[in-house]
C-alpha cells in the first residue's frame, strides 16, 4: 500500500459506514404511519400510495428549505428501505423464510435521489417455483401499484456468480450489495464467492474500470465542458467519484470515503474537496429530478435556469445567474476530474506496478515506474520553475506515461509560488515559450497546465475564463475548453497524418515559420470574454503585453495581438458578404495588408469555428473559408495598388467555364447561344465548375420548352448538394422553394437568384442534411427533385413549414433586428436579418419580399446557435436600390410579419 502524503495533523477519527445502513430520519414523523399500512390489506395500495407522495413532497419542501443534500439522499433511502422490507415481511411464504432481499447499485450505497433507479437482488438458494414465485409476482405488483419502480433480478449465488465473471458492471453492482431484509448468511456467502481471491482480482478490476471510464469520457467528447452535460456520467461528475469508490471497496474493502482517508490515501484536504464536490453535484442532480418529476440527470438549458433561480443565483453585470451556476458546476467536475486522476494514479501505482529504482532524469526529478516524479516534496519550494519544467520533461521524453501521484499532490500544494515575482522570471519565460514551441504535446500539456490549476495561475486572465459559459447554442464548450480545442485543431493542421482533414490549412499550418504565433493567438482570442466590452480589442491588449512580456520580438507581439483583434474577421466576412464582389475582396485585402497574415489569420478562423460547436463545421464552411483565402491572397499579390476588377473576375469565369465545356463535348456555338442569356453578374456569382453544369443542362434542352428544370448536383465544389431550378421567373420562387427544402429537414446554406433576359430565372440553393453531409442517398435525391417538381407544378397551392423547432432552441429567445443598406457601387440593397432559428423563416421572409415587389438576388444563410443571422441582396423590380421610404416600409413590414410568427 502506498501512502497518502498526508501532512502530520491531518487524523481522522474512526468513522462508521455511512452507507453500509442509511439514517433512519428518527426526527420524520411520517415514517411512524409506515407499519400500520404495510400491515393492511395488500389489495388496498391508495393509503400507501399517498404516503409515499407525501414523503415525496415532503422532500421537495425540504430540499426547496436548503436542508444538507446527504441529509435528504440519505432519507429518501430509509424510506424505501422501511417500505420494501416491511412489505417483505408481509408477503413472506413458503420457502421465501430462506431468501435474502438486497439494495444493489446507488441504492445499496444508501444513496437515493427522487426518481434514482431503486435496484434489488432477491438472493435465493433455488429458482422459485409455484406459490414462492406467484408470491413474488404479487409483491412486484404492489410495488408498482404504490408508485415504486423497482429494477429486480432473482438469482441464486452460483448465477450472480457467473453474470459477474462476464461483465464487470454486474460486479461493481453486487459489491454495494446490503441486506434489507431476511438471510444474512446467503448474503455473506454471496461475499465471501465474490472476494477478489475467487473473481476479478484487484488487478483486472481496476483496469477494468479505468478502461470503462476512458470510455464514457470518449462518449461525451473526452471534456468536462459540454453545455448540457450529465451530471452523473459526464467526465468529472458523480460516476467519477464512484470509480473511485468502487476500487477503493475492492482493493481495501473500504465502504466509504471516509475509511478511504483513514487509509492514507487522502488528505483531509483532498477529502473535503472530493466531499464537497459529490454534495454539489447531488445538490444539482436532486434540483434536476424535483425540478423535471423524473429520472433527468441531464443538465438542459432550460433546467439550468430553472436551478439557478432555484439556488438563488441572480444577474449579475456581466454575467447571467445561470452562467454563475454553470461555473461553479464546471469548477467542480474540473476538482473532481484532477482528484480522480491524482486517486487512479494512486491506486495504479499501489496496485499494478512493481517496484523499482527511479531512473534520475536531472537534480529535480526523475521516472519512478514510468511516471515522472519530483525527487523530493519540497523540490517546488526550493526551485519554483520546477513547476513549469515538469511539462516541458514530459514533452521531451513522450515515452513517460504520467505524473506520480505525490507530485501530482506537491504541485497543488506549490500553486501559491505562482505569483507576479515568478511571472517576471526571465527562466520561466523561456519555459513557457519551450512548451509551446515544442513539436511534440503542445495541446496535451497546455490541458494538464489547465487541468493542474498551473495555467491560469501563470496567466491569470485564463484563470478568469475557466469554466466560464455561454449560455446560447452556437458554443458548445466553456471558454477555458473551447480555447484548448482550438490549440488543438492548431496542432492537427501541424501534423501531417491529419492532412486529409483540411487539406488546405495544413499545408499552410505546415509553412508557417512560427507556429507559436497561432498558438499564444488562440490562447488569447477569447480570453477577455465576460469582462464587458469587446472581448476582441481587450483580449489583443492581453495578448500583446503577455508577448512582450516573454520575450518574444515586437513584430511577433504584435502579430499576436492582430491575430487577437480581427480573430473573427474573415469567418464573419466569408459567411456574411458576398466574397464574389471584387470590393469586398480588395477592401478585407486592405485589413489584412500582407501574405503572412491571411495565412496565420485562416489557419486561426478554421481552428476556431471548428472548435466552437462540432455540428457548425461543414464542408461549406470549409469551401467558403478556402475560396475567400484565395481571392484575397490573389489581391494581395497583385498589390493593394492594383486591385481585382469586376471585368477580370468575369472573363476568368468564362474562360475557365468555356474550357471544362468543350472538354466535355458542348460546342461552341451551343456555349455561346446560352451565354447570351445570362449577364455578368452571373458569371461572377458562380465558380467555373457550377458554369459548367448549369450550361450543359440548359443546352440539352430544346430552347422552346418552357418546361420547368430540378437538378441536384450531390457532391458541390462547394462542399454542399447543389439545387437547381431553371424556370419561367415566377413570383413565389423563393418562398415556395425553401418551405419545401426546410419541410424536408434540409439545412439552406446559400441561395441566388439569376434573371435571365428572355424572361427566365436560374435559381440555386446550396444546402445540407442536418447532420452537415451532402446528400448521398440516391433515393432521398430523388424524394427532393419530386417534391420541388410537384410545387413547380402547383404554383397557386399554400406552402408553409410544419417541422418545430428544435427543443434548444425554443428556450431562447432572440429579439428580430432589420438593418436595409446600400451597396452603390453594385447598384442593391443589403438587407441584414438577425432573429430566432426556426423552420419556415425563410419563407416567411420571401413571402414578404413578394408582396412589397422586391426582387432577390441572393441570399447568404448563416445560422448561429439559435440565431439566424442572414443577409438578402434585394433591388425593386426596376433593379435598383430601394430609396429611404421603400426600405422603411419594408423594414416594418418584415419586422411586424416575422414577431407575429415567432408569438404564434
Known amino acids: 500500500m502506498v501512502a497518502g502524503n498526508s501532512e502530520p495533523d491531518e487524523t481522522l477519527e474512526p468513522v462508521e459506514p455511512s452507507a453500509a445502513a442509511p439514517p433512519e430520519a428518527a426526527a420524520w414523523p411520517l415514517l411512524e404511519r409506515l407499519p400500520a399500512l404495510i400491515a393492511g390489506p395488500p389489495a388496498e395500495p391508495a ?250 440527470d441531464r443538465l438542459l438549458f432550460d433546467h439550468q435556469i430553472r436551478l439557478a433561480q432555484t439556488f438563488g443565483y441572480e444577474d449579475a453585470s456581466y454575467t447571467l445567474a445561470v452562467e454563475q451556476l454553470m461555473q461553479r458546476y464546471y469548477r467542480t467536475v474540473k476538482d473532481v476530474s484532477l482528484l480522480n486522476e491524482l486517486l487512479l494514479q494512486l ?107 498551473v495555467l491560469g ?178 489581391a494581395l499579390r497583385r498589390g493593394l495598388q492594383s486591385p481585382i476588377d469586376q471585368e477580370q473576375l468575369v472573363g476568368e469565369t468564362r474562360s475557365a467555364a468555356r474550357q471544362l465545356m468543350l472538354e466535355r463535348g458542348i460546342a461552341t456555338a451551343d456555349i455561346e447561344r446560352v451565354w447570351e442569356r445570362f449577364s455578368d453578374t452571373y458569371f461572377l456569382q458562380h465558380s467555373p465548375e457550377e458554369v459548367a453544369w448549369h450550361m450543359r443542362l440548359i443546352a440539352d434542352r430544346d430552347p422552346r420548352s418552357d418546361e420547368p428544370l430540378v437538378a441536384l448536383d450531390p457532391y458541390s465544389v462547394r462542399g454542399t448538394t447543389a439545387v437547381l431550378i431553371f424556370t419561367r421567373a415566377r413570383e413565389h420562387g423563393f418562398p415556395r422553394t425553401t418551405a419545401v427544402l426546410d419541410q424536408l429537414g434540409l439545412d439552406i446554406l446559400d441561395a441566388r437568384i439569376t434573371p435571365t433576359g428572355d424572361g427566365f430565372s436560374l435559381d440555386l440553393y446550396h444546402v445540407l442534411e442536418d447532420d452537415g453531409a451532402p446528400v448521398a442517398d440516391g433515393e432521398r435525391r430523388e424524394e427532393i427533385e419530386e417534391a420541388l417538381w410537384r410545387s413547380l407544378q402547383q404554383p397557386q397551392a399554400t406552402v408553409a413549414v410544419h417541422r418545430r423547432a428544435p427543443r434548444q432552441a425554443r428556450m431562447f429567445h432572440t429579439p428580430t433586428q432589420i438593418t436595409i443598406s446600400t451597396d452603390e457601387p453594385n447598384g442593391r440593397s443589403v438587407l441584414e436579418l438577425t432573429a430566432g432559428d426556426r423552420p419556415g423563416l425563410l419563407c416567411d421572409v420571401g413571402k414578404v419580399l413578394t408582396a412589397e415587389h422586391i426582387m432577390l438576388q441572393a441570399a447568404r444563410i448563416m445560422t448561429v446557435g439559435e440565431r439566424a443571422e442572414d443577409v438578402f441582396y434585394i433591388t425593386d423590380l426596376d433593379g435598383r436600390a430601394l430609396d429611404e421610404a421603400r426600405a422603411a416600409r419594408l423594414r416594418d413590414i418584415l419586422g411586424q410579419a416575422l414577431r407575429a410568427r415567432a408569438a404564434a
Not at 374 to 401: M, N
Not at 535 to 553: I, K, P, R
Request: proline share 4%.
Open 47 to 296: 393509503a400507501l400510495r399517498e404516503l409515499l407522495g407525501q414523503a415525496h413532497e415532503q422532500l421537495k419542501a425540504r430540499f426547496l428549505a436548503d436542508e444538507p443534500i446527504e441529509t435528504l439522499v440519505h432519507a429518501r433511502a430509509a424510506l424505501v428501505d422501511r417500505v420494501l422490507a416491511g412489505l417483505w415481511r408481509a408477503h413472506l411464504t413458503g420457502s421465501m423464510h430462506e431468501w435474502a432481499l438486497v439494495a444493489v447499485g446507488g441504492y445499496g450505497r444508501g444513496e437515493l435521489h427522487p426518481c434514482s433507479d431503486i435496484d434489488i437482488l432477491l438472493l435465493v438458494r433455488e429458482p422459485p417455483q409455484g406459490a414462492e414465485r406467484a408470491a413474488l409476482e404479487r409483491l412486484l405488483a404492489f410495488l408498482w401499484d404504490i408508485g415504486l419502480e423497482v429494477g429486480h433480478s432473482v438469482r441464486t449465488v452460483e448465477e450472480c456468480l457467473e453474470q459477474s465473471a462476464a461483465d464487470v458492471s454486474v460486479m461493481t453492482t453486487l459489491i454495494e450489495a446490503r441486506l434489507l431484509e431476511g438471510n444474512a448468511a446467503l448474503l455473506a456467502r454471496l461475499r465471501a464467492a465474490l472476494a477478489p481471491e475467487h473473481i476479478w482480482p484487484v488487478r483486472e478490476f481496476f483496469e477494468a474500470k479505468v478502461r470503462e471510464q476512458a470510455e464514457r469520457h470518449l462518449r461525451a467528447n473526452d471534456t468536462a465542458y459540454n453545455l448540457e452535460p450529465n451530471v452523473k456520467t459526464a467526465p468529472g461528475g458523480l460516476r467519477d467519484i464512484q470509480t473511485i469508490a468502487w476500487v477503493a471497496k475492492r482493493h481495501f474493502g473500504a465502504e466509504t470515503l471516509d475509511e478511504l482517508a483513514q487509509h492514507g490515501f487522502l488528505s483531509i484536504a483532498e477529502f473535503r474537496r472530493l466531499k464537497q464536490a459529490q454534495a454539489f453535484l447531488w445538490k444539482v442532480r436532486f434540483g434536476l429530478h424535483v425540478l423535471t418529476g423524473r429520472r433527468e
Open 457 to 634: 495561475r501563470y496567466i491569470p486572465a485564463f484563470g478568469r475564463i475557466v469554466g466560464r459559459m455561454q449560455y446560447d447554442l452556437f458554443h458548445a464548450y466553456t471558454v477555458d475548453a473551447h480555447t484548448l480545442f482550438v490549440v488543438s485543431n492548431l496542432r492537427r493542421f501541424a501534423i501531417p497524418r491529419y492532412d486529409q482533414e483540411l487539406p488546405q490549412a495544413s499545408r499552410i499550418m505546415q509553412q508557417l515559420p512560427r507556429p507559436e504565433v497561432a498558438y499564444l493567438a488562440a490562447l488569447f482570442h477569447d480570453i477577455a470574454k465576460g469582462r464587458g466590452g469587446d472581448h476582441s480589442e481587450l483580449g489583443a491588449v492581453d495578448a500583446e503585453a503577455f508577448c512582450l512580456e516573454q520575450g518574444l520580438s515586437p513584430y511577433d507581439a504584435r502579430l499576436v495581438a492582430w491575430l487577437v483583434r480581427h480573430h473573427l474577421a474573415l469567418s464573419i466576412s466569408a459567411q456574411k458578404q458576398d466574397i464574389t464582389d471584387p470590393e469586398v475582396i480588395n477592401a478585407f485585402a486592405r485589413t489584412v495588408g500582407d501574405e503572412s497574415r491571411l495565412d496565420y489569420l485562416y489557419v486561426l478562423t478554421c481552428a476556431d469555428v471548428r472548435a466552437t460547436n462540432p455540428k457548425l463545421w461543414n464542408s461549406w464552411k470549409a469551401s467558403l473559408f478556402d475560396e475567400f483565402y484565395q481571392r484575397v491572397r490573389r
Open 347 to 453: 491506486f495504479r501505482e499501489a496496485i499494478l506496478t512493481e517496484s523499482e529504482p527511479p531512473r534520475p532524469l536531472n537534480a529535480r526529478f526523475q521516472v519512478r515506474c514510468g511516471s515522472l516524479e519530483a525527487v523530493s516534496d519540497d523540490v517546488f519550494a526550493r526551485t519554483p520553475s520546477a513547476l513549469l519544467e515538469l511539462f516541458a520533461l514530459l514533452q521531451r521524453h513522450p515515452e513517460i506515461k504520467g505524473v506520480r501521484a505525490s507530485t501530482l499532490r506537491a504541485v497543488g500544494r506549490s500553486l501559491w509560488l505562482i505569483d507576479e515575482e515568478f511571472r517576471q522570471n526571465p527562466r520561466h519565460h523561456r519555459l513557457f515559450l519551450e512548451i509551446v514551441r515544442s513539436p511534440v504535446g503542445v495541446t496535451h500539456e497546455l490541458r494538464r497546465m489547465n487541468t493542474y490549476g
